[in-house]
């Protein structure tokens, strides 16, 4: 079963500045199966990244995703106000899904 | 428009029985798996299982298999979680969401069902 770690727990940063996010698998995994989501308080999640590197629809083009093999990272180029919230990261493998256990953006 | 609509919060006392719902709209219902994610409060996103409703094809999260039920019902566009017997430690949100842009990450999302079990 992979495991998926996030670090920061908590990342405290200004509008403006640039965020970089880790997700670590437990072991190698497909690029093609790993996506991210960003949770606000009160509303539900949103995907932001799917297969490591591919924006979904109506997400803008200051949120990026990078990574292969067991690094992947989610980096926001330049903080919004909106963009303070908590994002998690996803693997899918043989019918399993698995989450991340999420990086709090917060504001300096 | 592709939506998921989730019935309303419940409260429940321990030993009840729950049946929760999904309704999806603006798409065929029976092409696209639908997924249930638990979110215990202040806690993070939890996989559940999954089902397809075109043939009710259904996968279960180890931590999940045999405490809850996955369901469909696609003459009504409807996926179902349900419980047997309630705990405390069921007490917690519940999103259904589905893949469609890709199958293996959730692209859309309900607006997910509290469920407060209490004595």
């Known amino acids: 079963e992979i495991v998926l770690t996030q670090s920061p727990g908590t990342l405290s940063l200004s509008p403006g500045e640039r965020a970089t996010l880790s997700c670590r698998a437990s072991q190698s995994i497909s690029s093609s199966y790993l996506a991210w989501y960003q949770q606000k308080p009160g509303q539900a999640p949103r995907l932001l990244i799917y297969?490591?590197?591919s924006r979904a629809t109506g997400i803008p083009d200051r949120f990026s995703g990078s990574g292969s093999g067991t690094d992947f990272t989610l980096t926001i180029s330049r903080l919004e106000p909106e963009d303070f919230a908590v994002y998690y990261c996803q693997h899918y493998g043989r019918f399993l899904f698995t989450f991340g256990p999420g990086t709090k953006v917060d504001i300096k | 428009e592709v939506q998921l609509v989730q019935s309303g919060a419940e409260v429940k006392k321990p030993g009840e029985s729950l049946k929760i719902s999904c309704k999806g709209s603006?798409?065929?219902?029976?092409?696209?798996?639908i997924g249930w994610v638990r979110q215990m409060p202040g806690k993070g996103l939890e996989w559940m299982g999954i089902i397809y409703p075109g043939d009710s094809d259904t996968r279960y999260s180890p931590s999940f298999q045999g405490q809850v039920t996955i369901s469909a019902d696609k003459s009504i566009s409807t996926a179902y979680l349900q419980w047997r017997s309630l705990k405390a430690s069921d007490t917690a949100m519940y999103y259904c969401?589905?893949?469609?842009?890709?199958?293996?990450?959730?692209?859309?999302w309900g607006q997910g069902t509290m469920v407060t079990v209490s004595s």
């Open positions: 969401a589905m893949t469609m842009v890709t199958y293996d990450a959730f692209d859309i």
């Open positions: 297969g490591a590197s």
């Open positions: 603006g798409y065929s219902f029976t092409n696209y798996w």
